[in-house]
Nanobody
Framework: EVQLVESGGGLVQAGGSLRLSCAAS????????IGWFRQAPGKAREGVSC????????YYAESVKGRFTMSSDSAKTAIYLQMNNLKPEDTAVYYC????????????????????WGKGTLVTVSS
């Protein structure tokens, strides 16, 4: 069972930066998609940034391109989301999520959804 634990959320002023971390474990094979989603108050959850281990393809939401960067550690046990130039509209609960090969979301577009989810970490950006 894939387990994902987020950390690093908090309160920051507009224009500031935060770095989210996700500790990942329980993958049963090397083919998976992993990334970050967010849900703002009163809005639907959306994909922020995802990467496929199969071919290294990545996705970034248009609203975060140039400001957010996803990375992973060399052991592939953690992923990070560096968020710069934060805006009040980035306020949301951020979730780390993953889909293994063969999962229900595997054949969906990158960052469309995920099969396994962390509990989320709150990011609040004040104006």
């Amino acid at each position: 069972e894939v387990q994902l634990v987020e950390s690093g959320g908090g309160l920051v002023q507009a224009g500031g930066s935060l770095r989210l971390s996700c500790a990942a474990s329980g993958f049963t094979n090397d083919a998976y998609i992993i990334g970050w989603f967010r849900q703002a108050p009163g809005k639907a959850r959306e994909g922020v940034s995802c990467i496929s281990s199969r071919d290294g393809s990545t996705y970034y939401a248009e609203s975060v391109k140039g400001r957010f960067t996803m990375s992973s550690d060399s052991a592939k046990t953690a992923i990070y989301l560096q968020m710069n130039n934060l805006k009040p509209e980035d306020t949301a609960v951020y979730y780390c999520a993953a889909t293994e090969w063969g999962g229900s979301m595997w054949y969906r577009p990158l960052c469309y959804g995920a099969d396994s989810w962390g509990k989320g970490t709150l990011v609040t950006v004040s104006s």
